[in-house]
C-alpha cells in the first residue's frame, strides 16, 4: 500500500513467507499482498521473487496466492456519486467500470502465465465492489451506502467473469457484507433487511463446487455504445454439479428485454425452473419498511423445445 515499491513489498513478503511454516497437516496459504487495479508490474515483481521468466521450474513455495483488489466506480474518486440517485447514463457508465475486471484479471493471469505455466499460485481478488458517496446522514468513516438493482447487475456480471477465470482464480471476495459499500445486509434498528446483491448471492450459491460448464455466447446485437467503450449487455455462466445445470444470465441492458434461446447439448432436459431478479427501476432497493422490493420470483416465461 501507500508508496511502497513492489521489489521492497516483495522482499517482505518472501522474508516473512520463510517463516510461516507449515505445521504437520496443517498447511499454509499464503497470500503475498498484490496490486491494484491493473498495475501488472506489481505482479510480475511478485512472480519474479518465487520462479523465472518462461523456465519450467515449479515455483518456490514461499506464497500459494497474489493478491489484487479493484473497485467499480462510476465517477472520479472525489464525487463516486449516489448510491441511490443516478440515471440511466451513470448506470451504463457503472455496468462498463465493473465489466473492466475481466481485463485486469485477464492482465494479471497472464504475468502469471509467463512465471507459472502449470498454474500452481492463485490470484486472489480480496476486494471488489461498487463504491459509492456515503449515504447522507450517516457517519462518513462507516461507508454506508444503499444497495439497488444496479448493484446487483455489477454483482452478477463480475460472478460470469470470476467463472471465466476459476483456473487462476482461486478467491474472490466482496469487500463487505454487512452495512459498509456494497453489502448483503443493511441493518436498521432492529430490521435486518436483505440487498438485491444479497439475493445474487443465493441465486449463484449452486456454482459452489460445481464443474464449470462452457457456455458460446452467439449475438451481434447484444451491445452498446457507452462513450468510448462498448458493453456486452448480455452476461452468462453455467455449471453443472449432481447431474443438475444452473445457468446464470443477466441483461445489462436498461431498456430492452433479451429473448435468449440456450442450445444445451449431450443431456436431456428434466423439469427446468428459473427464478428472476428485476425491478421497475434501476434504482429500487429495500428498505426496512419494504424488505422485498427487489427480490426473486419465479420466472414462467421458460419453454422447452424440441
Known sequence: GGNMRAEYSADLARQYATYCRDHGHNKLYRIASGASDDDYKWTETLMQQISCFGCEATPRNFFQGISVHYYT???????????????????????????????ILTGHSTVMDCYDPGRKV????????TWWDVEPG?????????????????????FDIFHKHAERLHMANIAQTVNVLQAMVLTDGDALVLTPTYHVFEMNKGHQ?????AVHLR?????????????????????VKDGTVLVSLSNLDAEEPAEVTLDLRGRSIAEPTARILTADGLQDHNTADAPAAVSPRPFDDLKVTA
Not at 122 to 129: A, R, S
Not at 140 to 156: E, I, K
Open 73 to 103: 466506480i462510476a465517477g472520479p474518486w472525489e464525487a463516486k456519486g449516489s448510491a441511490t440517485v443516478f440515471d440511466t447514463d451513470d448506470y451504463y457508465r457503472t455496468m462498463v467500470s465493473a465489466q473492466k475486471i475481466d481485463r
Open 122 to 129: 492463485g490470484l486472489v481478488l480480496d476486494e471488489w465492489g
Open 138 to 158: 450517516t457517519n462518513p468513516g462507516f461507508l454506508f451506502q444503499q444497495n439497488t438493482l444496479r448493484d446487483a447487475l455489477v454483482a452478477s456480471t463480475h
Open 209 to 213: 463446487d460445481a464443474a464449470s460448464l
Open 219 to 239: 449475438t451481434d446485437n447484444a451491445r452498446r455504445p457507452v462513450g468510448d467503450a462498448e458493453l456486452d449487455t448480455l452476461s452468462v455462466s453455467a455449471s
